[in-house]
């Protein structure tokens, strides 16, 4: 499913908060997202993601 919208899909915060986000986003059909790293953080964000979501997605 490709899901394109408003920025109520936007996804800030914590790690926890982003895995709360992704749960809810795979209940109504979501199996794929990407990640927009267009900020000062890029490189931490992308750490943290290795590190804290996607093996919690595995």
């Known amino acids: ?3 394109t919208g408003p920025p109520a899909l936007r996804m800030l915060g914590p790690p926890t908060a982003q895995l709360d986000k992704l749960a809810q986003l795979r209940e ?3 199996d794929q997202f ?3 790293a267009m900020h000062d953080a890029r490189e931490q964000t992308i750490e943290a993601y290795g590190e ?3 093996p919690t997605l595995s």
Do not use: K
């Open 52 to 54: 804290s979501v996607i």
């Open 1 to 3: 499913m490709r899901v």
């Open 28 to 30: 109504l059909g979501v």
């Open 34 to 36: 990407a990640i927009y």
